[in-house]
C-alpha cells in the first residue's frame, strides 16, 4: 500500500493489541473502513512509514461514517458513561494522551517498527489514557497490546 500510511495512534495501538491477542488476519468490516488492509500493510512491513493523523486517517478513508472526514459515529458509554458519546470526540481525547506520552507530534513520520520501541519505551501504565474504561479492561488490553509488541518487534 502507499506510504506513509496516515494512522491515529490509537488506531496502530489496536492493530498491534489485537495482534497479542491473537489475530493473525483481519477481516473487511461492515462499515466498510480499511483496518484489514492498514493492518496487514503494517504487519507485513514493520519499516513502513507512518505519518501520525488526529483526524480522519487511511483506516477512516472509505468508512461509511467517514462524512467529509467527520466521523459521525458514536461509542457505547454503558461501561464507560463518563465518556463523551461522540466517536470523534472520544478518538481525539484518546489520540491526543497517546501524543503525548509517547511525544509524538500531529503529521511526524517514523516506521512501524519505530513506533512499536516507543510504545514500549513510554507508553508505562495505560490505564491512565483510558481512564474512562474500567480498569480491568484497561489491564486486559495492556497485557495484549506488550505481547502484541514483542510479537511485532520480534523480541
Ligand atoms: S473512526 Fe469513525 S470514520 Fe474512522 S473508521 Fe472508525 S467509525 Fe469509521
Redesign the pocket.
Known sequence: MKEPISI?PH?FVDIITALGGGQRVFEP?P?????HVVAAGILEHPEATLRMALG??D??GP?????DG????TIDTSFRPAAPES??EY?LLIDRRWCERLGLEQGETLTARDLCRRIRDRAGDIADIYRENPVERSAERSVKLEKGLSMFLGE
Open positions: 491515529k488506531h468490516h462499515y466498510g473502513h480499511a483496518v480522519a486517517d483506516i477512516c468508512c461509511s461514517h467517514n462524512v467527520v466521523c459521525d459515529d466517536k470523534r478518538n
